[in-house]
């Protein structure tokens, strides 16, 4: 979204990173996403969509980044018996509680699958992170 966009600019500016940081606003089923990335990073987006819409989310990923690219998913994951943080827990209940909305709380193996079967390889798990990359 553009004023997410001009918000993040103004830290990239104040780090002096302009020449290797790039925000871009746009409509991740809708745009067409740049081709110049090395790394995307998906903070807290993809809980806001159901399971089908973040695998197309995901497919557009992987055809923008650049060959060796890396996607970086940070959510509040929860462990793959469903144990893990609190933080985890409570957001799992906030997304579930808004009526509605079609979000979910993927497990780190869930969204290690999702990034495997939009051909992600080299799949990593870290706290509140799953990496891929396109090889």
Not at 61 to 75: N, R, S
Not at 119 to 124: A, V
């Amino acid at each position: 979204m553009a004023p997410v966009c001009q918000i993040a600019q103004q830290f990239i500016d104040e780090c002096g990173e302009q020449e290797h940081i790039k925000t871009v606003a746009g409509n991740f089923f809708n745009d067409e996403l740049p081709d110049t990335a090395d790394i995307i990073l998906l903070a807290n987006i993809l809980h806001s969509w159901n399971e089908i819409d973040c695998r197309k989310i995901l497919t557009n990923i992987f055809q923008a980044l650049k060959m060796g690219g890396t996607v970086l998913v940070k959510e509040f994951y929860a462990a793959d018996d469903w144990s893990g943080s609190v933080w985890a827990a409570y957001h799992a209940l906030t997304v579930l509680g808004q009526g509605e909305k079609t979000g979910w709380q993927p497990s780190y193996g869930e969204m290690s699958l999702i990034l495997k079967n939009t051909g992600f390889s080299q799949i990593e798990q870290r706290k509140e992170l799953v990496i891929g990359k396109k090889l």
